[in-house]
């Protein structure tokens, strides 16, 4: 097993800063996505960068050694980690250099089993990273299987996209399509009810969601679901909001959504 190199923060190390290419190592921040990170052996974890108070209650939490071999551990200072961070990042004393996860496959992903009933979470064009992890976080709580995201319409794993998630990122696969359309179809083929949330919908989520496995389908926030999309779901149902606000952001539509369809089938008793 390879050791662990721990420098001390006199050594003045700078930390370089993090790369735009979705294809080249990540700088994961934040306690919770970065504990996360290390504790899921399929994520490649290259360098964690951590001031001493922070790294002394990582080690608590996850061991001396943190239980990963090849990982280089430098002590440094706070604002050295946050000058190496894009601006504003809260990061709680820690960043961890690492690569994005591979992909898996939507069929690997959604896969059913027996007749337990699944969920996973569709979004259809959500781009902001905070929405994206804040989802993410929402379907970690509930035990949903995947979220799926159209490949060329949401954004990458980054170090913003896996703080708001709190560490979701590691536990929830964030499946990526080149069609959302035809993986509306294919959920279809594999058991799933596509089912859309839509505002205008006359039937609410609680009398509309079918049994058995759901795919629950989410559009941006103002734009809502796009006409192909709601044309490819099942059933279309609502949130039973006050009207005196329009809509919920995505994220919490769908945390109340998954709790919706939690009581309806009896899991939440």
């Known amino acids: 097993m390879t050791r662990r190199k721990l420098r001390s923060s006199r050594q003045k190390t700078r930390l370089p800063r993090r790369g735009t290419s979705s294809d080249g190592p990540i700088r994961l921040y934040g306690r919770h996505a970065v504990i996360a990170a290390l504790g899921n052996p399929e994520r490649d974890c290259r360098r964690l960068s951590a001031t001493a108070p922070a790294l002394a209650k990582l080690r608590g939490d996850l061991g001396e050694d943190l239980g ?46 027996g ?36 490949d060329r319409h949401a954004p990458h794993e980054s170090g913003a996209l896996a703080k708001a998630a709190s560490g979701a990122l590691d ?11 035809r993986a509306l179809a294919s959920l279809k083929t594999m058991g799933y009810w596509v089912v859309g949330l839509d505002r205008a919908a006359a039937v609410p989520i609680a009398g509309g ?55 309806a089938d009896g899991a939440g008793a």
Do not use: M
């Not at 979004?123 to 299987?145: K, S």
């Not at 536990?171 to 359309?181: C, G, S, Y």
């Open 68 to 113: 990963r071999p090849g990982l280089t551990v430098i002590e440094t200072e706070r604002d050295e980690i946050s000058r190496a961070l894009s601006s504003g990042a809260v990061h709680q004393g820690l960043a961890l250099e690492c690569i994005p996860l591979a992909g898996l496959s939507l069929e690997t992903a959604c896969a059913t089993s």
């Open 171 to 181: 536990i929830v696969p964030l499946v990526r399509v080149t069609n959302l359309a």
């Open 209 to 263: 969601a079918p049994d058995g496995p759901v795919a629950l389908v989410l559009g941006a926030e103002g734009e809502g679901l796009r006409r192909l999309t709601r044309d490819g779901c099942d059933v279309a149902v609502r949130l039973p909001i006050s009207d005196a606000v329009e809509s919920l952001n995505v994220a919490a539509a769908a945390a109340v959504a998954l709790y919706a369809l939690t009581v």
């Open 115 to 150: 007749n337990a009933a699944r969920r996973v979470v569709v979004l259809d064009r959500v781009t902001d990273p905070q929405n994206v992890g804040a989802v993410l976080r929402a379907a970690a709580a509930f035990d949903v299987r995947a979220v799926i995201v159209p």
